[in-house]
């Protein structure tokens, strides 16, 4: 009896195996990629969108100069409410350069909220310091959410 269509079966089939295991393997590397950005990418819009929702309404606070002290407390406080969510998320799942930017400009819009609280008028020196602080955070977490999820190397338009 002849040993080697014994062992060139075997060996064929030690390749087949090989061969269908590494295939399966970048397979599932792509796929659980390309889950992974999915999640990022809506991780990291929903936490922009809801920032910039209170950014927006904190600007509407901001110019409505005849709201009751009162009321311009809880409406700032309920519009900021919602970033909460986003920002434990953040924290938890994305990586260490971006939670420190996101933070940083999470603090920011709630430092706006604090001046809208008190009355900060715009035009005031005051209003001007605190909304430029937070575009340069909003601009710092941007790239950092960019660098993370690879975009910044995209071709600009």
Known sequence: MSWTPLLATLLGAVIATGSALLVEFRKDRRETTAEQTRSKRELYGAYLG?????????????????????????AARRCFAQCYETRYQIEIFAPR?????ALAYFLS????R????RGVAPGDPEHDLIFEEVMDALSAVRAAMRLDMRTDKLPSA
């Open 50 to 74: 809801a920032l910039a929702a209170a950014r927006s309404e904190l600007n509407l606070i901001f110019l409505n100069r005849g709201m009751p002290e009162a009321e311009r407390r809880s």
């Open 109 to 112: 819009v709630r430092r706006a």
């Open 97 to 101: 350069a971006v939670v420190e930017p």
């Open 114 to 117: 604090e001046a809208a609280i």
